[in-house]
């Protein structure tokens, strides 16, 4: 443990997209190591900006309200920092379809300013992205390397696919500092749960709690990474100190879960809710991507990192969690 405390202490940190679930949560375990860390978040009302994330830390952090898109604010936040991780995104590969243009102006654009700003005033920064599994679209082997293909069936996909190949063009050209994760679903507590775009899981938790019906569609068999955020978060700290430059790596679970094998975890921990299976809509197949299941082999061989918080148990915490501070997130 010391050896990071010592990596991170003083190190001044800027984290785009910090009031959200993987940026605060992040923060939250920085501010412990010494880091000196500037969060930066658009506050976007459908995003999960939240400023309650941060309240526990709020005095040992600067926050600056602002977009990604704003380059006289991003050269200036980025000037002297030594990391930086990019979270700042449009989150839902659903609105992706109906808003595509912001969705590229978002993940595509507002990823290119901050690696411009960064070449030109934080050019020895180590930077980290937060990508996603759905760069992958179909599923053809599992479990799924990074060699895998990489075809997205969203718009969302396509965008985060984007941004990875600029991390990777600044590495290659300009000598930069990057580093990208594909995150599979990402779960756990502080994340946005007003709406159903954002994360599957919590929406379920939120479903639960309010006992309400949630549907599953078909039989549920398809198997899915549900992965919890403080193994995300475990993730980025070991690849921020280990990750190679240039490179993507996957993250996700050891655990094989089914959709339906979440949602009756969800209910199990919840203690109220219900299941109910309808057919398949017509055209799924365009956005269903098949079993996926990640093979972290490429993470494993450089650092300690391995998935620790099981399903059932990463949902708890959540429900704890959630009990506690509904009023902050419904």
């Given amino acids: 443990m010391e050896n990071v405390r010592n990596y991170f202490s003083d190190k001044k940190v800027l984290i785009t997209g910090g009031a959200g679930f993987l940026g605060s949560s992040l923060a939250h375990a920085l501010v412990p190591l010494g880091a000196q860390v500037t969060i930066l978040d658009a506050m976007l009302p459908l995003y999960g900006g939240?400023?309650?994330?941060?309240?526990?830390?709020?005095?040992?952090?600067?926050?600056?309200?602002?977009?990604?898109?704003?380059?006289k604010l991003v050269d200036k936040l980025v000037a002297d920092k030594d990391i930086i991780y990019n979270f700042a995104a449009q989150v839902s590969y659903i609105d992706s379809k109906d808003q595509p243009f912001l969705d590229l102006d978002i993940n595509g654009k507002g990823h290119l300013t901050v690696l411009e700003s960064a070449r030109k005033y934080a050019p020895h920064a180590r930077i980290l992205f937060s990508s996603s599994r759905m760069v992958y679209g179909k599923i053809l082997t599992t479990p799924v390397s990074e060699s895998h293909a990489t075809d997205p069936l969203s718009l969302y996909g396509i965008h985060k696919l984007l941004a990875e190949k600029y991390y990777r063009y600044y590495t290659h050209t300009f000598g930069m500092d990057t580093v990208s994760i594909r995150i599979p679903n990402p779960y756990g507590s502080r994340q946005q749960m007003k709406h159903n775009k954002y994360s599957i899981v919590g929406w379920f938790v939120r479903q639960a709690m309010e006992n309400k019906s949630i549907t599953v569609f078909g039989d549920g068999s398809q198997e899915r990474d549900y992965l919890y955020v403080d193994d995300i978060v475990q993730a980025f700290i070991e690849l921020t100190m280990h990750g190679a430059s240039g490179e993507v790596y996957n993250i996700g679970t050891h655990e094989r879960v089914t959709f339906g094998g979440m949602v009756d975890a969800v209910l199990t921990e919840v203690g109220s809710g219900s299941r109910e299976n309808i057919p398949w809509p017509e055209s799924y197949e365009k956005n269903e991507t098949g079993n996926y299941i990640a093979d972290t082999s490429k993470i494993e061989q450089i650092t300690n990192w391995k998935p620790s918080v099981p399903l059932k148990e990463g949902i708890k915490r959540m429900v704890e969690y959630y009990k506690q501070n509904k009023e902050h997130y419904w």
């Fill in 50 to 71: 939240n400023l309650f994330n941060l309240e526990s830390i709020k005095d040992k952090i600067k926050f600056i309200e602002g977009d990604i898109r704003d380059e």
